[in-house]
């Protein structure tokens, strides 16, 4: 249990670092085709689950899980919060004290029809589950490295840039959301790459 405690640790502190590191860069691709607060809004969440890191990383996974999405509901504003709470809290719901690689697997694909129904979306409306979709998928095939994964998630955020926005903000833009990357995807692929290396470390 202890280790258990120890690796939920490290991975908010891998998740809180990343986010606070690129919070310009995210705020400045929200400023493209959003409201412009993407970035500052995702680090006040992380920064408020980190605050409650003790507390939050006592608890098994599934209500760690859950409690880091109620957090993210409470402190991210605009549609980011919901989105990534309902992520994460679908992530907690899912997930059994004790999981198994598969048992991820499984959950992230119900985190991710979970965000499909509340953002209602899909793949290729450029949004964070362009990042999401594709990287369950290549967990489900199998047979891949970590460092497959985290390129898989960021290759996929860049993947974004050409696609013209069907749902949230920059769906108002039209034909001009296209030639940027959907901030929600690139956060996306960020909070992958840190949960990757901190795997890579215990493995």
Same mark, same amino acid.
């Given at each position: ?6 690796? =939920? ?36 969440? &992380? ?36 989105? &990534? ?23 992230? =694909? ?53 696609? =013209? ?10 034909? =001009? ?27």
């Amino acid at each position: 249990m202890k280790q258990d405690a120890e690796l =939920r640790a490290a991975l908010l502190r891998a998740i809180g670092e990343v986010i606070a590191g690129h919070a310009e860069e995210l705020t400045s691709l929200d400023q493209a085709i959003g409201d412009g607060d993407h970035g500052i809004n995702m680090k006040r969440g &992380f920064e408020a689950v980190m605050g409650d890191a003790a507390a939050l990383t006592s608890k098994p996974w599934p209500d760690f899980l859950k409690a880091v999405g109620m957090t993210l509901v409470m402190k991210v504003g605009g549609a980011s919060g919901p989105l &990534f709470g309902t992520l994460f809290m679908t992530l907690g719901k899912e997930l059994p004290p004790e999981p198994r690689a598969g048992d991820v697997v499984k959950a992230l =694909r119900a985190a991710i029809v979970a965000v499909q129904a509340r953002g209602k979306s899909e793949a290729g409306q450029k949004t964070m589950l362009d990042v999401l979709i594709p990287v369950a998928e290549q967990l489900e095939a199998g047979n891949l490295s970590l460092d497959q994964l985290k390129e898989k998630a960021l290759g996929s955020a860049e993947a974004t840039k050409p696609l =013209r926005a069907i749902r949230g903000r920059a769906s108002f833009l039209g034909d =001009r959301s296209i030639g940027h990357v959907d901030p929600g995807a690139r956060s996306s692929a960020l909070m992958i790459g840190a949960v990757v290396d901190v795997l890579k470390e215990v493995a």
